[in-house]
């Protein structure tokens, strides 16, 4: 079983500022399917990236995703105030079939 | 646009099955290139895959629940439907029903809450 370990807990910034979220795996991700969400409160995610890098329909450029084998990560270049919300990695693998890193929040300093 | 909509019991008691459909708005439901998934997360917890079902009726769930899970697909009502059995308070979660491509989520229903009390 690969167990996703996303760092750090909290990310605290301002609007304007770069944002960088870590999602590390316990063994390397099958063929790159790492893909990123993002969950406001009250609300479903919404997915971002999928296959480490290609950004889903509709997503800002200011998101990026990069990385290979265990280490992945999220960058969001400049901060918009509606970017704050939680954020989740996901692998596709053996078994589990899918499964979530534990989330990363980034919140307004 | 692919809407998901999440319908069933809000409370269900210990020990009991929880029986819960998602119905799908999209001309799209039969492609064997979409897996049909649910998800949940506990109440301020993260996200769990419970299992998935193509339209064909192939399903595959999460060792984790060691078998208590069962999904259908009824494409004549573009429907699918998940039922979680001998349910604990473990199990009290928002429960969604999300559409899968590239292996990865990308259309989400609005979740349901299922207490287990």
């Known amino acids: 079983e690969i167990v996703l370990t996303q760092s750090p807990g909290t990310l605290s910034l301002s609007p304007g500022e770069r944002a960088t979220l870590s999602c590390r795996a316990s063994?390397?991700?099958?063929?790159?399917?790492l893909a990123w969400y993002q969950q406001k409160p009250g609300q479903a995610p919404r997915l971002l990236i999928y296959g480490a890098s290609s950004r889903a329909t509709g997503i800002p450029d200011r998101f990026s995703g990069s990385g290979s084998g265990t280490d992945f990560t999220l960058t969001i270049s400049r901060l918009e105030p509606e970017d704050f919300a939680v954020y989740y990695c996901q692998q596709y693998g053996s078994s589990p079939r899918y499964s979530f890193g534990q989330g990363t929040k980034l919140e307004i300093k | 646009q692919v809407q998901l909509q999440e319908s069933g019991p809000g409370l269900v008691k210990p020990s009991e099955t929880l029986s819960l459909t998602c119905t799908v708005s999209t001309a799209s439901i039969s492609s064997n290139i979409y897996n049909w998934n649910w998800i949940r997360q506990p109440p301020g917890k993260g996200l769990e895959w419970l299992g998935y079902v193509y339209y064909s009726g192939d399903t595959l769930d999460n060792p984790s629940l060691k078998s208590r899970v069962t999904m259908s697909f009824d494409t004549s009502k573009s429907q699918f439907s998940l039922k979680l059995s001998s349910v604990t308070t473990a199990d009290t979660a928002v429960y969604y029903c999300?559409?899968?491509?590239?292996?990865?989520?990308?259309?989400w229903g609005q979740g349901i809450l299922v207490t287990v009390s």
């Open positions: 063994q390397s991700v099958l063929s790159n399917f």
């Open positions: 999300v559409r899968g491509q590239n292996l990865a989520f990308d259309y």
